[in-house]
């Protein structure tokens, strides 16, 4: 069992920044991939980043050159920097966590936060 939890979530004004944190406890040698998704109202969640334990990332192509994963391993907390916020990025963010090489599909995670909220005013 793998417990995620969220925070960082803040309203801000277009072009700020926000750093949000997904801390793990449980479990975490089951893991190898933590993905952060984001939902907004009416719309499907999509992935917005993901980590391996190795260090290799991806991001994906809505936010690449804006935001930024890392990792601290020895925290077992896995940030998401946002610059350059836009109202689009307005939704909620989950973190996952999964066992796979980088996984970009959110039916492959097997533990989900609760999310915290992003909202971005232009």
């Known amino acids: 069992q793998v417990h995620l939890v969220e925070s960082g979530g803040a309203s801000v004004q277009a072009g700020g920044s926000l750093r949000l944190s997904c801390a793990a406890s449980?479990?975490?040698?089951?893991?190898?991939?933590i993905g952060w998704f984001r939902q907004a109202p009416g719309k499907e969640r999509e992935g917005v980043a993901v980590i391996h334990t190795d260090g290799a990332t991806y991001l994906f192509d809505s936010v690449e050159g804006r935001f930024t994963i890392s990792r601290d391993n020895a925290k077992n907390t896995i940030y998401l920097q946002m610059d350059s916020l836009k109202p689009e990025d307005t939704a909620m963010y989950y973190c996952?966590?999964?066992?796979?090489?980088?996984?970009?599909?959110?039916?492959?995670?097997?533990?989900w936060g609760q999310g915290t909220h992003v909202t971005v005013s232009s």
């Open positions: 449980g479990d975490t040698d089951y893991y190898n991939s």
């Open positions: 996952a966590a999964g066992r796979g090489w980088l996984l970009r599909l959110a039916q492959s995670y097997i533990y």
